[in-house]
């Protein structure tokens, strides 16, 4: 959609949209221009990484206890309440993105996060992201052999206690109600949300499939956690221990849409527990049943099956699994009670192989239809449907079945682990003839043993030794490639290449320091200056040429004098600079052209007569696209010169442009005919997000059509209470 967010004020808004968007990629791949986004996602948030110091030259982890990072200037928001926990977001969204693209920056990158985490004494948990650092731990170590703490990671995210929000799973039982298991602000008096059970499920869950030893320990926290969270749903409290009842019983009778929250101890009642939100006291909706929380419910529900043995789950460890490698059905049972139980298991058509990953074994062969197994009292099973008689092989740890995992950790005695090279990285890959630069190769080995490297190049010369040389470039143009080769004294290896191209000589782009125009108003047939200051690092002589939108320019080299147009409008000029060598830098600047006697009355950046399309006639090409909408005809009586909208899912959409973002002033007019509408809020013409839009709202109000017009930003909930000292809740 159009709206407009900038970063750099809350890591919690800025990484979890870009997780929801990987998650969508994940099922709906190539989707209009999600490539892109995609890619630019990962990109910018590696190029941040770096920023909070990630380096493989030589290799040094980032420092990232911020509240947020501005991803336009690349700076870090100290101030607030820090959410170090996105580390984990941001890991989980880079390697990701390596699992698609193969780049190993990604991969790198996102080891650079986790290894944050890790690093960390005390609890980093904010409200969402960490848990998905422990997935990206987890399957980080099952699939390249990285080594990372995974039982202290996911401590932080069930622990209250040591972090800036007391934020963690609830224990036991509120007002009667057993609420173990709910996540929020847990330490004192507790206040969960139905999101973050929801979505801390989707992260937790498949991790076990890559370290099963966390399996019974997740199947119980969310058997808790499913049980305690029908108390965000009206029908499962009576109504003196919820807000929001009378809505959900007039327009939600069966009880789809969840409160956002639920508080142990009512404010100002003390009612326990008790369903609620802070949508109603921040005074941002009439209701606290949300769909910003519980339209989470559909991730929990594709998870959660029921069995045959009632309080025994079926959970698809698989199904929020994204980008995972081919694998086999796989669920994990989780039995509460204090005796073995006998569960039946639905494999559908077929012969199979059933196979437990955490006790290691098989527990039936050749099996079909229908299969009895045997829960161990107060345990866990991962079990995996394989195929029936397949092929069994082993890579260390792993255990395959007709070259499938199906156990990361099969207990497969391991003699040796080889050497892993997390990075082979030149100081710089661009050379000019006999230039040197360094290269660093980082290796570690699991076993703690010492390391042996052999460095080779196809062309230049190599001095030193060990995990950091010295490389010489020929004189000559090419590209050249160095490799490094890491061994153990087992002589058990793991090599990396890297290219490096040279050239004659590296030319700089010059760059445009400021382009100025006095004055940027003028009446028609005035004149305007313009002047451009430019600078070129090689120190080479730069030409100027210019060009405009309308008017007459006259150039002299760095200035031109520019005689507006009788027209009014808008106008760009352009100033291009050339450095003779194929450098080039180019910017623009807008002019305002204005008779003296219309101003005030503003200059259209966009107009729609609706005369057959949606087309802006403006100039500025802020063309609309029509979903669903159909031409009628206007208030005069002219046939397909107005649209007709159902109120409910049609709408004309205009691409975002920076002529539209308007940071002063701005003038909206339209004939609007209401031939019918309800009593909430709609929105006839809106641009920008909730917290920074303009837009014309109609609100129905005692039977009369009221109109408001809302042209300034809001201060966001979240930063007006940081600045309160109180704490925060979505």
């Not at 869950?205 to 099963?212: E, G, I, L, N």
């Not at 008689?389 to 499938?404: A, H, P, R, T």
């Not at 030193?464 to 050249?480: C, H, V």
Request: proline share 5%; with cysteine.
């Amino acid at each position: 959609n159009s709206a407009v967010y900038t970063s750099g004020q809350d890591w919690w808004y800025e990484t979890m949209p870009n997780v929801f968007f990987y998650q969508l990629y994940y099922l709906y791949p190539h989707t209009g221009d999600f490539d892109y986004q995609f890619r630019m996602v990962a990109d910018r948030w590696l190029a941040a990484v770096k920023a909070m110091g990630g380096s493989a030259t030589p290799w040094r982890r980032p420092f990232m206890g911020y509240r947020a990072f501005s991803l336009s200037t690349m700076t870090p928001l100290a101030s607030g309440v820090p959410e170090p926990e996105a580390a984990g977001a941001i890991g989980w969204l880079l390697y990701n993105a390596y699992l698609v693209t193969r780049n190993e920056e990604y991969r790198i990158g996102a080891e650079w996060c986790i290894e944050f985490l890790e690093s960390r004494s005390t609890n980093p948990s904010y409200e969402l992201q960490l848990p998905y650092g422990v997935y990206v731990a987890a399957r980080m170590n099952a699939e390249l052999g990285t080594n990372y703490n995974i039982q202290k990671l996911l401590n932080w995210c069930f622990d209250p206690s040591q972090n800036v929000r007391d934020w963690g799973a609830t224990v036991g039982t509120w007002g009667g109600y057993d609420c173990a298991g709910l996540i929020g602000e847990a330490k004192y008096s507790g206040y969960a949300f139905v999101m973050n059970g929801f979505q801390m499920a989707s992260a937790l869950v498949p991790m076990v499939r890559y370290d099963d030893r966390f399996a019974r320990a997740i199947g119980k926290w969310m058997l808790n956690c499913a049980n305690a969270s029908r108390l965000f749903y009206s029908n499962y409290l009576p109504d003196d221990k919820q807000d929001s009842e009378e809505w959900s019983h007039q327009y939600d009778p069966h009880s789809y849409i969840a409160h956002e929250a639920l508080r142990q101890y009512a404010l100002h009642t003390g009612i326990s527990p008790y369903a609620t939100g802070d949508a109603i006291a921040g005074g941002w909706a009439a209701t606290n049943l949300a769909l910003y929380g519980s339209s989470h419910v559909g991730i929990f529900g594709g998870i959660i099956d029921t069995t045959d043995v009632p309080m025994v789950l079926k959970l698809d460890v698989l199904k929020t699994d994204y980008f995972r490698e081919p694998a086999y059905p796989t669920f994990l049972y989780f039995n509460p009670y204090e005796h073995e139980q006998q569960v039946t298991v639905e494999l559908g058509q077929g012969s199979f192989d059933l196979y437990d990953a955490v006790s290691n074994s098989f527990l039936a062969n050749g099996v079909s239809g229908t299969q009895s197994i045997l829960l161990p009292a107060n345990g866990a099973v991962l079990l995996v449907h394989a195929p029936a008689g397949g092929n069994i092989s082993y890579q260390l740890d792993k255990m395959l079945i007709n070259g499938v995992v199906v156990d990361y950790r099969s207990g497969q005695p391991v003699d040796n682990y080889p050497p892993r090279i997390k990075a082979l990285s030149p100081a710089k890959s661009l050379l000019v003839f006999a230039e040197s630069v360094d290269v660093f190769c980082t290796a570690v080995d699991r076993d703690g043993g010492t390391l042996t490297y052999e460095w080779a190049a196809t062309g230049g010369t190599l001095q030193g030794s060990g995990s950091r040389i010295t490389w010489t470039a020929p004189s000559q143009a090419g590209t050249f490639s160095i490799t490094c080769r890491v061994s153990d004294a087992a002589d058990a290896w793991d090599s990396a290449g890297v290219n490096l191209e040279v050239v004659a000589f590296i030319n700089h782009a010059p760059q445009i320091r400021w382009l100025e125009l006095n004055p940027r108003k003028v009446a028609p047939g005035d004149t305007a200056v313009l002047a451009c200051s430019a600078w070129d690092q090689d120190a080479d002589s730069l030409a100027f040429s210019w060009s405009a939108s309308g008017g007459q320019l006259f150039p002299v080299d760095s200035t031109a004098l520019w005689i507006a147009p009788s027209q009014q409008g808008i106008y760009f000029i352009t100033c291009r600079v050339d450095d003779h060598r194929g450098g080039q830098a180019a910017d623009s600047i807008g002019a305002i052209v204005q008779d003296p006697a219309n101003l005030g009355t503003g200059i259209p950046v966009a107009y729609y007569p609706f005369s057959g399309d949606a087309s802006d006639v403006s100039g500025f090409g802020h063309h609309g696209v029509v979903r669903g909408a159909q031409l009628t005809q206007d208030r005069f009586g002219n046939a397909n010169s107005a649209y007709l909208f159902d109120g409910v899912d049609d709408f004309i959409r205009v691409r975002n442009t920076y002529t539209l973002n308007f940071r002063d002033q701005i003038s909206v007019s339209l004939w609007m005919n209401v031939a019918a509408f309800s009593s909430r809020e709609q929105y006839p013409i809106s641009h920008g997000s909730w917290d920074n839009r303009w837009k014309i709202s109609l609100i129905r109000a005692k039977g009369q059509l009221g109109r408001e017009d809302n042209t300034r930003g809001v201060v966001p909930r979240e930063r007006a209470a940081d600045r309160a000292g109180s704490s925060v809740h979505r």
